[in-house]
């Protein structure tokens, strides 16, 4: 897997500073309504802002910098261009397959773009001109060649640009994930932002499904998981039920059964869970239940979409299990997740239920999978399951 990152670059000149760029970033995030603390933990992003003594450029970087589509490029940089009167340098790499470099300059009316590699989301769709470089690059025609040549990683594109643009070593590639492979620590400022508290304290928890790895079934091969996120207010208390006709005689049982949450960093948390067998409103299920088990409330309204995606993450959980037995029964597991002080609002999957019928779910899986190539095709068979 390669890189992801998003940083931004502001040209040094007269009068133009670490703590000139400081102040116009932070009014720049208050503008987003975002209020600044002093603690990390108290944070909803964070502010790194880097000014080596080797460089013609003030970087910085913030979880608020999500440059998603070519559109949210010019909002950011070009009033921070007019506010220092200095060229702005927008960066963007995506899996290390695709970077762009916009400059931007409300004062000259620079507009420049190079790029490499393939965007395949289509939301960076500009052709790439050297010459509007000419008179913002150090040597033109080595920029020509180092922006035309074909790089096996795109990424390596911005490592040839920045001796070309007055920068240091590996600074195009600013982020907090880079933190700590170089010497960025020694000049790096940090700082802390939040967004207003929102009215979520009085909801109720309501857990939707996030995603599964559930298909193809097979017993006993390895671990299966299905994950749900809290859209409500924080809450105490989850439900884990099994339920299907399997259950009632036992066809299916599950093994090495654990709940894992609080993605932060690896290892995450975990929890081994004892099913137990119960009969709930005539229905045979194998539940389990965790009184005292912490549902962080659902992320605030107002973080970039990247931030928003990285937060739903960690504040997931995860219930992993082996399924064994009667391989005919197969598609009839249904995983619940359940929050206990608002049980209606539970995250609920069963792989063939979008479908309408398992017969509909065996034919739609199988159109997939023809596309699919021979050695990774794996067909289903109506036959190998009950689908009454």
Known sequence: MGMFYSNIHIRKGAGIDTEHVKTQ??????SKDYRQVQEEKDADISLLI???????????CSDAFDFCSAADIRPLCAPLSAALCSDVLAIGCYDSSFVFINLINDTDGANAWIKSGYDDSGLFRRRSGVNTWRKKVKDIEAFRAAAKKEYDIADSMLSALEPLLGMHEYQTMFSADFLEENEYAEHVQRLFFALPEGTDAAELPNLKFLSSDLSPHGMGERAYSVSAYNTGGASKGLGIVFSGSYVENDEITFHDVRLEYDFTKYPWKT????????????????CATLPNFHLPAKVKSGLPPKKEADEIGKRS??????????????????????PLKNPQ??????????????RKYIERMNEFQKKTP???RRLLDPNDYDLD
């Open 345 to 358: 609002k539970q995250a609920v999957y069963c792989e063939w239920l979008p479908f309408g019928s398992k």
């Open 374 to 376: 021979e050695p990774y």
């Open 271 to 286: 929890i081994d869970i004892a099913l137990e067998k119960k009969q709930i409103g005539g229905m045979w299920v194998y």
């Open 25 to 30: 970033l932070i009014k720049l995030l208050q």
């Open 317 to 338: 959980l995860r219930i992993c299990f082996t399924p064994k037995g009667n391989a005919r029964k197969a598609l009839d597991i249904c995983v619940h997740l359940i």
């Open 50 to 60: 880097y000014d080596s003594p080797q460089s013609e450029w003030i970087s910085a």
